[in-house]
């Protein structure tokens, strides 16, 4: 007779859950070396992560301009995995270009380091001299909350300390948490409002992940500077506060002094502050997650669109990225297809997909058409499975010629009109995955369209194939403005 297994959730004999959890990274530097002759290096931090013997660009952070000692507010949020040495390589770059190739940046120093080490350094900073170079870095790390809540602020200022000899100060506001090794790390950087001391700062919404890691106690210092162009920005004062005392709202008790410590000191009880910053709103929502969407019943309609211009190049040459292969082998467009859509089409409840094509000239009078149906039915673009659109390219590829031009902005446009009439009806969401080989010939057209369709239950995935460089992809993504 055997025994009944353990209560809960049965797991065989030695198999566990793998021991992993999410850390954010925040890097600053000190004393960069400066590459630019007529103003200071403008760094970026690039993470790289170690696989198989190979670096692969892990992410990258901000430039800020003008500066040897950088904060960067982006951060690197990574899995730990204890049973795993994680290699880790933090590049620094002066970006001088708009280039996505770091080989036409200069070079300002790296470190090669484990997760393991960094980690471990919790109680302190970890710190390192750059590899070559000028310069020290410094990473702190943290683990991340599963907090799910936005706050929004808006804040003001009045009567802060004139910086500037000619003129009024610039002054902008910059947000900091402390962390468990007593370091601050930059979450957040105003806008620079120019001449004026009583400055009004645009509202700004942050995760309370990212600006207390869930703690409504945890100490936030809020930094008041005089913004300068030569990025050596003035320091007017500061005060202390945290979440807890900032979701009380606006009045008396969200008044803060702006205290500068060396005015303080130097003018001893003469000094009354260089002003004081105000708390005028304050909004805290909780955002709901993909998971409580779909549990929700909300339902993911997957369409797609392929390019087919001839800059693919010949589909019976075997250098065409739409290569038809007389062994079967699947070409970069098949392996694009399969690699997103199996994903998404667990959420599609009827697995009827909308397939489109771009940039072909199509029977039976084979005029350029930049908006047709893979299948070629002038009926319905809709196929039964990722087995249905597989077979609805495939018909594409042998009926069609390929020529051009890119133009993105009619497909996105096609499915924008469906999103559209769901606009204000959380029961469907929208996907368009964009596969191309790089050059957008109607550019602004796009950016249009993607702007016109912001507001709408759409999202837009842009997946790249072939070898050209990408680089005028970056304007589509609004992620840092």
């Known amino acids: 007779m055997t025994a009944p297994p353990p209560s809960g959730p049965f797991r065989a004999p030695g198999v566990g859950p793998l021991p992993v959890t999410t850390v954010e990274l925040s890097v600053s530097c000190q004393d960069l070396l400066d590459t630019d002759i007529m103003s200071k290096s403008d760094p970026v931090c690039v993470l790289f992560v170690k696989n198989q013997n190979r670096w692969t660009e892990f992410g990258r952070t901000e430039m800020i301009e003008d500066s040897l000692s950088p904060s960067w507010l982006k951060k690197f949020v990574i899995d730990y995995k204890f049973e795993e040495r994680q290699m880790l390589r933090f590049a620094i770059y002066d970006f001088d270009s708009s280039s996505a190739n770091l080989s036409s940046h200069d070079f300002l120093g790296q470190i090669e380091v484990s997760l393991a080490e960094v980690v471990s350094n919790q109680s302190k900073a970890f710190k390192r001299k750059l590899g070559g170079k000028n310069g020290t870095i410094q990473i702190i790390s943290e683990e991340v909350s599963n907090s799910r809540e936005e706050v929004t602020?808006?804040?003001?200022?009045?009567?802060?300390?004139?910086?500037?000899?000619?003129?009024?100060?610039?002054?902008?506001?910059?947000?900091?948490?402390?962390?468990?090794?007593?370091?601050?790390?930059?979450v957040h950087r105003t806008e620079v409002v120019m001449k004026n001391l009583n400055p009004r700062w645009k509202q700004f919404t942050l995760p309370a992940g990212s600006l207390c890691n869930g703690d409504?106690?945890?100490?936030?210092?809020?930094?008041?500077?005089?913004?300068?162009?030569?990025?050596?920005?003035?320091?007017?004062?500061?005060?202390?506060?945290?979440?807890?005392?900032?979701?009380?709202?606006?009045?008396?008790?969200?008044?803060?002094?702006?205290?500068?410590?060396?005015?303080?000191?130097k003018k001893g009880s003469k000094y009354k502050g260089s002003g004081t910053v105000s708390l005028q709103n304050i909004s805290i929502v909780t955002v709901p997650s993909f998971l409580d969407y779909i549990q929700g019943g909300t339902q993911i309609n997957f369409s797609l669109a392929v390019?087919?211009?001839?800059?693919?190049?010949n589909p019976n040459s075997p250098q065409s990225l739409h290569y038809k292969d007389p062994s079967g082998r699947p070409n970069?467009?098949?392996?694009a297809i399969s690699a997103v859509g199996d994903i998404?089409?667990?959420?599609?409840?009827?697995?009827q997909f909308p397939a489109l094509g771009f940039g072909a000239k199509i029977p039976p009078s084979y005029q350029v058409s930049h908006e047709f149906f893979l299948n070629l039915n002038p009926e319905s673009p809709f196929c039964a499975g990722m087995e249905g659109v597989l077979a609805a390219y495939y018909n594409a590829l042998y009926n069609v010629q390929l020529y051009g031009p890119t133009n993105f902005s009619p497909v996105i446009n096609h499915v924008a009109k469906f999103a559209q009439a769901y606009q204000n009806d959380p029961t469907n969401y929208f996907v368009l995955l964009?596969?191309?080989d790089g050059i957008i010939t109607d550019l602004e057209e796009t950016k249009r369209a993607i702007i016109s369709a912001s507001s709408l239950p759409l999202s837009l995935i842009i997946v790249g194939v072939g070898d050209e460089?990408?680089?005028?992809?970056?304007?589509?993504?609004s992620d840092d403005r």
């Open 332 to 335: 970069q467009y098949v392996t």
């Open 216 to 265: 409504y106690f945890r100490d936030l210092k809020f930094s008041v500077y005089d913004w300068n162009r030569g990025g050596s920005h003035d320091y007017i004062g500061s005060f202390h506060t945290n979440m807890d005392r900032l979701s009380k709202g606006p009045g008396p008790e969200n008044q803060f002094t702006v205290i500068n410590e060396e005015k303080q000191k």
């Open 434 to 436: 964009i596969i191309t």
């Open 344 to 351: 998404i089409q667990d959420y599609d409840s009827d697995k």
């Open 469 to 477: 460089d990408f680089v005028e992809m970056n304007a589509l993504d």
């Open 307 to 313: 390019d087919f211009t001839g800059s693919n190049g």
């Open 153 to 186: 602020f808006v804040f003001h200022a009045k009567d802060l300390d004139k910086k500037d000899f000619f003129g009024k100060s610039d002054p902008f506001l910059e947000v900091s948490r402390s962390t468990e090794s007593n370091q601050y790390v930059v």
